[in-house]
């Protein structure tokens, strides 16, 4: 039977055709080394997402290209692959990348050289150049495909190639970036397209038919879009008119939580499960009350991080200014309040009821930031004025630092008289309180000087960048 199995095995299409590669083999390689013989390779690889790619796929291809490289000087003996972990972190701060580096530091190390399977999966910039001396201060040496072999860091050829290739690198993330964003801006703008994400508390995804993309379409993938909640949308009204009526943010949340109405964590458990599900919020009341989706219109760039900052790199989102976001053209999907309504609600601040029931305004609300702690100031009534003040160690988190002020207040009247002597307004103090709003300016209290300086939003002031204004306390 043995002989029988083996004369099926060399009859087989599998048998001929690795016959086959293997004659080709000997003709047109060099032949393989023996494990342990030759240098001993350390193979470095990375695949930046984990939705969208194999590990084992990309560990493969990556492993076969280095495997070409050094085919003939050795063999690799360790693999060190980073997942979910984007080129533009130094090696230090990846993982898999961090731990070779410290093998490599060790007397007894086990390899002689690394070798990476393609210079964009390892590297960007100049991060090639700064591993190689790193390396080579070990007597270890970088191998890249690119250049056929070991890096020579002495060499004006392999400088230049160092330096094209981190340059290649950088230009193809850019293309790539700018070619997907460009295409959603345009496709939340003039299609008003779904681009993926949760829906919103108060929506649920429904068809929209085939994928535009003929290709996807063929595929069996279908398009989606917002349709209102049956069990939630009415409470999304419900917040809006409240806010309408005057209604604070804080006894919105009371109000859905004595009622028991599920908070939209314990309504979508399966994308919240890092959260407890228990109740409704201040943040989510106001997260609810400032989308703009609840009109009906699409609108993609809310949220995105600076491509330049730690924030990026961690994944970490910002929001971002309302002059920042796409907005369909068109109305994509079934509103759940007018457009009017919306703009209406971002323009409340609700007055804060008083014993003898007048009321309260405070026309800078949320505009003004501690720079010692870099939290808002809260609004607070003294001596019969608006003002804000910081109660450094009482309402924050860190504990107060010595020499720091215990509770910082600054006047709002003397913050508005400074502004529009400033900027050269005039009017009543809720005109230039609109002004300094639609200017997006924020004012932040320094902790030296007693000074309140500016910061610009997205609109030009035409105002130096050391524009202070004095400080004036009670």
């Known amino acids: 039977m043995a002989a029988d199995m083996a004369r099926v095995g060399e009859d087989s299409l599998e048998g001929w055709a690795e016959r086959a590669r293997s004659r080709q083999s000997r003709a047109t390689t060099k032949p393989r080394l023996a494990h342990g013989a030759g240098l001993r390779f350390a193979l470095y690889g990375r695949m930046s997402t984990r939705t969208y790619q194999e590990r084992e796929s990309s560990s493969r291809w990556q492993r076969e290209v280095a495997e070409g490289v050094i085919a003939g000087r050795g063999v690799i003996v360790a693999e060190f692959f980073d997942i979910g972990i984007s080129r533009r972190l130094p090696w230090p701060e990846r993982p898999q990348a961090a731990a070779l580096l410290s093998a490599v530091a060790e007397p007894e190390r086990g390899v002689d050289a690394v070798v990476v399977g393609e210079y964009e999966r390892a590297?960007?910039?100049?991060q090639a150049a700064a591993v190689a001396a790193v390396l080579d201060r070990h007597g270890v040496r970088l191998w890249l495909p690119e250049a056929g072999g070991p890096v020579d860091l002495t060499s004006a050829t392999h400088q230049?190639?160092?330096?094209?290739?981190?340059?290649?690198s950088k230009r193809e993330v850019l293309r790539s970036r700018h070619r997907v964003l460009t295409a959603m801006r345009g496709q939340a703008r003039v299609q008003g397209r779904y681009l993926g994400g949760r829906p919103p508390y108060g929506y649920r995804l429904a068809d929209a038919g085939p994928h535009p993309n003929p290709a996807h379409a063929s595929w069996g993938r279908r398009a989606h879009r917002l349709a209102p909640d049956p069990a939630t949308a009415e409470h999304v009204r419900w917040i809006f008119a409240q806010r309408l009526a005057g209604r604070s943010v804080a006894g919105i949340a009371r109000a859905l939580n004595d009622r028991g109405v599920p908070c939209p964590s314990r309504v979508d458990r399966r994308r919240n499960r890092h959260r407890t599900g228990e109740a409704w919020t201040l943040r989510t009341v106001a997260c609810i009350l400032a989308n703009p989706r609840y009109?009906?219109?699409?609108?993609w760039n809310r949220h995105g991080t600076d491509?330049?900052?730690a924030a990026s790199l961690d994944g970490d989102e910002q929001q971002k200014l309302a002059g920042e976001w796409v907005i369909s053209q068109t109305v994509a999907h079934p509103p759940l309040i007018s457009e009017h309504d919306f703009v209406a609600a971002q323009a409340i601040r609700a007055a804060r009821p008083t014993a003898d029931g007048s009321t309260r305004t405070y026309l800078l609300t949320g505009l003004v930031l501690c720079g010692v702690c870099e939290r808002r100031m809260e609004a607070h009534w003294v001596n019969r004025r608006a003002g804000y003040r910081c109660r450094h160690g009482q309402t924050s988190s860190r504990s107060r630092e010595p020499g720091?002020?215990?509770?910082?207040?600054?006047?709002?009247?003397?913050?508005?008289a400074d502004l529009a002597e400033r900027y050269s307004l005039t009017g009543t103090l809720h005109a230039i309180a609109a002004e300094i709003r639609d200017r997006n300016i924020t004012i932040i209290c320094r902790a030296?000087?007693?000074?309140v300086t500016h910061e610009q939003g997205t609109h030009d002031l035409g105002a130096p960048d050391d524009a202070l204004f004095q400080q004036r306390m009670w």
Do not use: W
């Open 404 to 416: 720091r002020l215990k509770i910082r207040y600054v006047r709002e009247d003397h913050l508005l």
């Open 295 to 299: 009109t009906g219109r699409q609108v």
């Open 307 to 309: 491509d330049n900052s």
């Open 123 to 126: 590297f960007q910039d100049d």
């Open 160 to 168: 230049a190639l160092m330096l094209l290739l981190g340059a290649q």
């Open 448 to 451: 030296t000087g007693s000074t």
